[in-house]
């Protein structure tokens, strides 16, 4: 590092209100632990507010859409067990309890890579607030049966082609990791993923039908987020396949001019990551042995810029090699 440190450089962006909304920051560098500050401020679990909260090393903290990267890596697992479907299998044919959809032989060409992908050609929108029905995954959780209400939306292109973000593609992973298990997708993760990794404490939201939010529920403190990035940064660390994980950061389909997405999971040029609403983020770097996890309260705003701030501008900066 150079002669300022990253605390320097950090504290220097939040008296500058540069990261606002930051509620915790964790960087690991070649192994070691360089960077971790708490700050405060009013979070939320969804959209049910928790009021003012000071953050600590054990708060767990929504971390969004980084849940569908978790939700990646535990496909993996599960398929290294026999238990889920291959990404080239038809996805309908495990869903046999909507036999008039699988009818449908648009719908029939849907495969559980597309799924992976998010390139199943629906008509699904998540670009409006997430306190709005109008948006696809709160209409899903709204809806009677969430996998029959994904898997019904009207074909719009032809699968495969774009990506366009999707939370129900992973609702419908995670249902059939529960499926191939016979286990609650919160329980297959808490021992197949979480205690490895040595992560004791973490919450789940659940939906009106019981069933973990797949795409958007889990709970998780900094570290918890780190040890995760940490385990795509070591192969897999013998928790996950190290040939799943290879598969999985493959860039896939391309997003814009600088990432692609994969398997529940984005990939740059340089990086890897998980993402999710409000600043939430994982942030692999493979080739300077670097790992950075983010938690910010910037839900449903128009501009999140706190993660970028924090990863671009004081951390990537701040580390030599």
């Known amino acids: 590092m150079d002669s300022e440190t990253l605390a320097d450089r950090l504290a220097r962006a939040v008296a500058q209100g540069r990261v606002p909304d930051l509620h915790g920051v964790v960087v690991a560098h070649r192994g070691r632990v360089v960077l971790e500050h708490y700050g405060e401020g009013e979070d939320f679990r969804l959209n049910e507010p928790l009021g003012h909260v000071r953050f600590a090393p054990d708060t767990l903290h929504d ?50 890579e597309h799924a992976l992908t998010m390139t199943l050609g629906l008509e699904w929108r998540e670009e409006v607030p997430y306190t709005s029905p109008a948006n696809g995954e709160i209409a899903m959780e709204l809806a009677p049966d969430r996998f029959r209400y994904v898997l019904e939306r009207p074909v719009v ?98 997003i814009d001019e600088g990432s692609c997405y994969g398997y529940q999971w984005y990939v740059g040029d340089t990086w890897v990551g998980g993402f999710g609403n409000g600043g939430q983020r994982i942030h692999v770097t493979p080739a300077r042995d670097l790992v950075i996890a983010v938690t910010a309260g910037q839900y449903d705003l128009p501009d999140q810029p706190t993660a970028t701030v924090v990863i671009d501008e004081v951390v990537l900066p701040g580390l030599a090699g």
């Not at 709970?219 to 995760?228: E, G, K, N, V, W």
Request: charged residues 25%; proline residues 7%.
């Open 63 to 112: 971390v969004r859409s980084v849940t569908k990267s978790v939700v990646g890596l535990l496909y993996g697992v599960a398929l290294a067990e026999g238990r889920v479907p291959e990404p080239g299998e038809p996805l309908l044919r495990h869903f046999p309890e909507y036999p008039d959809l699988a009818r449908d032989p648009r719908r029939a060409a849907l495969t559980v």
């Open 157 to 254: 292109e032809e699968p495969g082609v774009r990506r366009s973000y999707c939370g129900g593609a992973t609702a419908l992973l995670g249902r059939l990791i529960e499926k191939g298990t016979g286990t609650a997708l919160e329980d297959y993760a808490r021992a197949r993923l979480f205690e490895p990794l040595g992560i004791e404490r973490f919450e789940w939201s659940t939906g009106a039908d019981g069933r973990a939010l797949a795409a958007s529920g889990l709970r998780l403190a900094p570290r918890d987020l780190l040890a995760i990035g940490r385990l795509v940064l070591d192969g897999g660390a013998g928790v996950v396949p190290e040939s799943w994980l290879a598969a999985a950061l493959r860039p896939r389909v391309r």
